[in-house]
Every structure is written in C-alpha cells, then in structure tokens.
C-alpha cells in the first residue's frame, strides 16, 4: 500500500538546493503512486499548488515592527502555522511527514504536530541549524563548532548577521527546539552525508535517530543529457554556484588570474559585481550569470571538469552530482562532504580548502590529466539516481514502523 506523504519546505520554487530537493521528492514520489501534499510559506515566488489554501502567511525578517513581531512568533511555532498544519494534518491524513528546511520561515512546530497525530515524522537535512543557531558553521569567515553543544555563545560571538539582536532571536529559537525536544517529535533524521552525520552526533543527537542517505539528481536531467566525448569538450573548466564568501569563490577566481586556461563562472550572489570588476581586464575569466537547467546541464556537459571551491561545510552538493552525473570531473575542496562525493578513482581530485596554491597545482594536474567520461557519468548516475534513494528511502520509512 502507498504512503500518504506531506512533504513540508520553507518554500515552493527552486531557491536553493534544499528547495530543489523537496521539489524533486514531490514529483518522485507523485510517479511512484503515492498521494502528496504540500506545506510551504506562502511566497510571491512559489509555483502553483492545490494545496496553498492550506500555508500560513509570509514572515518579514526585515520588514517594520508588525513583522518582525509576525516572525518572531513564527519561529517559536505561535499564530497561524499550527492551525495551518493541523487542519492540513486532519483533512489529508498522512502516514508521513517529510520535513525539509523547515526553521523560522515555518517552525519545528510542524515536527511535533505531526508526531502527535500518528505520523511518522522523517527529516532531510540540508544544512547544520540544529547544530549551529546560524546555519553556516562559519564565524569571521572561518570554521566554527562552539555552539554545537552551548547555543549561547552565539550571543557573545553575534554570528547571526553580525547583530546582538538577531543572535538573541537565534538563541531563543535554539533553546525553545532543542535537541532533545526535535528528537522525541521525529523518528528519523536523513543526513545526506556521512560528514553531517558525525556532526550530529557530536551535537548530541542519537545515533539510532540518524540515516545516511544522499540526495538524488532529477530523472529529467538524466533523460536530457548527453556524454560528451573528450574530443568534443570545450577548452574551459567551471564553477557553478553562488557567488559569496563561503563559496570559496575568491580563492578560485585568484586561482584562475595565475593561470592561461579558460574558466567559466555561472551563478549570482552578493560578490557578484565586486567580482566583475576585479577580474574585468583577464580574459580567460568569464561570467555567465545565472543559467537555466539546460545552460547548466549544456555547460557541465562540455566542460573538461568542474570545480567546488567551499570553505564552508557543504553537506551533500548538487552541483557536485550534477557534474559527476554528466560524467564531468571535479576539483573539490577538502572540506565537509564534498571527499564523500569524488572518492571514486577517475572522478576528480581534491585541494586543501582555502588554499589558492593548492588549487592552482590541482587545476593543472587536472587539465593535463585523461577522463573516461563515460565511466565516470555511468557509475555516478548509478550512485546518484532516483531509483537508488526511492528504494531506500523507503525501506528507511518502512523500517519505522507504527504510524497512525
């Protein structure tokens, strides 16, 4: 018999990759006979759904006192989100809910409604809220584990946006959903990596609450692609992501100004125009803007190989799947998850993060070097595919047991 599934995100368009996840679950999961529900922030950007009627109003962060009070009470699970979710929980009867990015812009409020019901509650983790009040890890630009077992040092550290008052509201948030509440409202948490999985435990989280399993790419961009020979690839390399700090998209950049092959740059963010005008006057740096999911697909399809510059933890990159799955190479830093993707012989090879040195040797290692792209887009479509995680994602519900 098939699940009744919800699957709860923050929001209903592909704004990020935890986004693109939730989306591509949905649609998995409609394909294999399952009857789904959405529960998403109302958003101006959402793509249609039978289901809006049911999402609670948009919160402003940064929007006047009325807002900020409207989201303040949003993060502690208060006003309209619960009784959104309960009237959603009641009419669709779910067996589960799949939680994604779920934190301030809904509530872990969902977690322990739908635990209260009857359902199984299983929940994808796509970055280290749970562990860090600030998402990211990162303090000054670097590395950063203190509050993965004292949340308050985010007080005295201000990490959240460099602000007192926004730390103060992180804090408050992290106390009201502690660890030991999120664990007795969810049966399961899916980390897509091993490295998020060994940070949940050292956060305290409980082994047995815990899952490895890594994101899958969408079918349709299986179905369109095409492995390029070596003969017919272009002469660049490229980085595709977001242009900001944490992406390790200086250290690239600098990387590529001490060397004569081509990089191609796609994607925006906030070092978006400060780049552009640092590297104006090198040719062999170009930058394409943000792309469409053919102009990704066409880009990392005739590249010589790609590359994850990331200072940052990243858990489980789509950017990386994609490549590998185009049976494209990647140059990936030595840091979070990224190793747990490229470790296959042939598929890429990694630099110490940060390093600009490093990177300039690996680049070139890798220009010379000789791919079978063929072999590396057939084992990664393997390792990477829709069939692989539905059948363990699956098998990962099932073994949970009990339900409504």
Known sequence: MKQRIIIVTKFYYRRGGDCVC????????????????????????????????????????????????????????????????????????????????????????????????????????????????SYSCLRNGEVCELCFNDKKKVLSTRCMKGSLAAS????????????????????????????????????????????????????????????????????????????????????????????????????????????????AGKTNIEFLGQLSSDGVRDLLAHAKFSVMPSECYENNPLGVIESLCMGTPVVGAEIGGIPELIDNPGSGAEFKSGSVDDLVSKISEMWSGKFDYATIADNSCAVFGADRYYISLLDKINILGGGK
């Open 168 to 279: 103060a509201l992180a804090y408050m948030e992290a106390l009201r959903w502690n660890a030991k509440r999120l664990q007795s409202y969810t049966d399961l948490f899916i980390c897509p990596s091993e490295f998020m999985a060994s940070k949940m435990k050292q956060g305290g989280f409980a082994p047995g609450k815990l899952a490895v399993l890594c994101n899958f790419i969408a079918p349709e961009m299986l179905e369109k692609r095409s492995v390029v020979s070596e003969d017919a690839r272009g002469d660049y390399y490229c980085y595709i992501g977001r242009l900001s700090e944490e992406k390790g998209v200086r250290a690239l950049l600098e990387a590529a100004s001490r060397l004569p092959m081509t990089l191609k740059v796609a994607g925006s963010g906030p070092l978006d125009a400060e780049l552009r005008g640092t590297y």
């Open 22 to 133: 939730a989306l591509n679950l949905e649609k998995l999961l409609r394909e294999r006979g399952h009857e789904v529900a959405v529960f998403a922030m109302r958003y101006p950007e959402n793509l249609p759904s039978e289901w809006e009627s049911y999402w609670p109003e948009e919160v402003d962060f940064g929007g006047p006192l009325k807002s900020k009070l409207a989201a303040l009470k949003r993060t502690m699970g208060l006003g309209d989100v619960a009784d959104k979710f309960k009237r959603l929980l009641k009419d669709f009867r779910p067996d589960v809910v799949h939680l994604h990015n779920i934190h301030s812009y809904l509530s872990p409020v969902v977690a322990k409604l739908a635990k209260k019901y009857g359902a199984r509650v299983v929940w994808t983790l796509h970055d280290y809220k749970l562990l860090c009040p």
